[in-house]
């Protein structure tokens, strides 16, 4: 079992910026994918970005030179770095660790960006 507590969350003005973070507990392979996904009203989950343990990275489309993801191995942690915040941004943000058969996810942290 694999535990993921996010953190970052909140209400941003359209132009800031918010950092989101998820530690990773349990039982945790060294070689994994991190990841944050969103959902917004109304949608399906999305990829956001993802990042292997050895630092590849992978992005949508919709947020490559906006958003920024990176890890800490020493604390398994993930990051997501996002500027230039608009409201098509807001979604409930979920953090994912995945590896082979194993899948597991965050209880999600809101996003809101409004003015």
Request: proline share 3%; hydrophobic share 30%.
């Amino acid at each position: 079992q694999v535990q993921l507590v996010e953190s970052g969350g909140g209400l941003v003005q359209p132009g800031g910026s918010l950092r989101l973070s998820c530690a990773a507990s349990g039982s945790i392979f060294s070689v994994n994918v991190m990841g944050w996904y969103r959902q917004a009203p109304g949608k399906e989950r999305e990829l956001v970005a993802a990042i292997t343990s050895g630092g590849s990275t992978n992005y949508a489309d919709s947020v490559k030179g906006q958003f920024t993801i990176s890890r800490d191995n020493a604390k398994n942690t993930v990051y997501l770095q996002m500027n230039s915040l608009k409201p098509e941004d807001t979604a409930v943000y979920y953090c994912n660790w995945h590896w082979s058969t194993y899948n597991y996810w965050g209880q999600g942290t809101q996003v809101t960006v409004s003015s």
